[in-house]
């Protein structure tokens, strides 16, 4: 069996080569729809089937035996190489002769681990994010993996959330490009069969991160326009990305679980997508469709997901269970069943797994030092500087003696960050130990806290008294990597534990204090703001967190990073994000709070607006914002018309210019505001950026090309429209604006 699948899979591809029909640009794909054909037409009902059955690692010789019947048509978790090759034989030998498909949860690495999502979205560099998922691949492919289950594109505007870790934050355009640029080096830069390509997979499809009180698996209420707008949009980009897999969501939106939801399982990705690979469930979401109270049973949870489009059941049995007995009953017909199995048997095609099933090992790509290396540059890049009062940072010459103190100082598991099955904490580097190692230090080291939960305060007079003889104070906490991550939410989003006690202790000593989070989400910071001096933010940055940082304290590196989530104040002010809308009443940031209002004040809602009385209108630190060792400015903005249509590219070029002593990158963010739309639009919407590197004291030419096709929106009449009328623009080094260029345009 195995000789007549290989030989039919190369037939074809050499019928498609030689031009099976020749000038046409679908000969390619009638190739691959004819090979798809050919091999699901052999399968029995049952066969067809197991290819939509997803199972998890069990006893070997079960998933043999399981794989030997044709009816595993994935497995995910086992990735022992050794158990690998012997179900693709068991596969490749069974009547269906269709290799299975590897698959695990290589979210930000496999053996070295990158910096979470979230702060690799902070680089703004999606050349970066797509080099450290081409990576990924390479390693995850030497034990035999072919299907992550990657990115993660849900926006996130709640941090108690705790899987705002495992996207790129807020915005829509944000998520969408970086989406894009992870799914491009997953699945090998457009080229899929490269053996050391693995499938992407867009998760989670939709909504998932619009909990109800960013309660993980919470039920989310968002409506048609603000799903198009908002939450579809990364989706989309993933879709023209080429993405080969999506996963449905845990969630149900105003009720409809996703896992049987057929307007975004059908009509938008097949019917206005055009998606051709396949979508699984996420694990046991088919099953859960009965405890949401949305499905009776086992059968109807099959048939609500068959019917929905819903192609492979993870781990819940209910496809394997139940859909032949559907079939015979006449609820659904076997050509259903047949599209679907295609579906699956078409992304396997275009693997290349026909014609290279088994592992191809190469081990000594796990921890290249390449790999490190990008891991590093990518932590390097990934972190905001919040704060740098008196030039605190880069360390002067003169400092010599650091005390290192805090929990996450010397945390080689918890800088990992979440959803790390692979990584060892073995290959961690620590920032103690990145210290250590730099030789420029007298390093003290007193971790006055042992874990970021911490509560016991001994350690901290330890910390306080060691301060006595260091030149600087160097805290670094944050979040241990469980506090984050799914199923990991929180009501409170402080730091945890003693920690701003022990900041706090630190201050009084008067010596300067360098604060350092690293976290898993934008934590409630704002009285450890003020007691400190400079604070870098890292989204946990994974195995070379330590080096990363120690180039940044000594200024060989100049942070970069900008923020891809706005920070609250409080949580009572989640959700808070800059995309929001107008209203009719805006605050105007004068407003009267709390303590200003007089004992027995009168009832008024006379000139009332928007805005909380004790935390007010604006949030901690904005969208877009990140400090730099040196100052930026931008200049000499031109517009290339005043009026567009439909079709049209407007070209904005500015100059922007590095007016300190030090070379640094800058991140220009191209923001607009369509002034009036049929349904309102949002107060500002990011729409391009461009992180530029610029020598000290020069000035760079800045371009950007936006297509107007970029200002369509889902309108009133729900469907996407550009609609006349007139937009501002700017362009700003934050969502805040401040000293940003400004102009405006026309679409007629
Ligand atoms: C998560 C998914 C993940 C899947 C498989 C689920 O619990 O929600 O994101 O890919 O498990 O591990």
Redesign the pocket.
Known sequence: MKLTVKILSSALLLLSACGGNPGTKTTGQNSEERFVDSVVSRLSLREKIGQLNQVTAGSIEDMEKLAGEGLMGSI?NDVEPEHVNRFQKAAIESHSGIPVLISR?VIHGYKTIFPIPLGQAATFDTAIVRKGSEISAIEATADGIRWT?SP?IDIARDPRWGRIAEGYGEDPYLTSVMGAAAIRGYQGNGNLAKPTAIAACA??FVGYGAATAGKDYNSTYIPLHQLHNVYLAPFEAAAKEGVQTY?SS?NDNDGVPSTGNKYILNDVLRGMWKFDGFVVS??NSIGEMITHGFCADTKDAALKAITAGLDMD?VSNCYLDKLEELVKEGKISESLITERCKNVVRVKYRLGLFDNPYIVTKQDVKYAPEHLEAAQKTAEESAILIKNANNTLPFAANIKRILVTGPMADAPHDQLGTWVFDGEKSHTITPLKALQDNGNYQITYVPGLAYSRDNKTEGIAKAVAAAKNADVILFIGGEESILSG?AHSLANINLQGAQSQLLESLKKTGKPVVSVIMAGRPLTIRRDIDNCDAMIYMFHPGTMGGPALVNILSGKVNPSGKLPVTFPVSVGQVPVYYGKNMTGRPASGSETLLNDIPAEAGQTSLGCTSFHLDDGFYPLLPFGYGLSYTTFEYKDLKISGTSFSQGDVIRLTCKASNTGKVDGATVVQLYIRDMVGSIVRPVLELKDFRRVEIPAGQTVDVTFDLPVSRLEFFGLDNKFVLEPGKFSLWIAQDSNLKGALEGEFEIK
Request: aromatic content about 24%; charged content about 35%.
């Open positions: 995910l949860d289950f993660m998760k989670h996963m845990f996420d694990w993870m799914e």
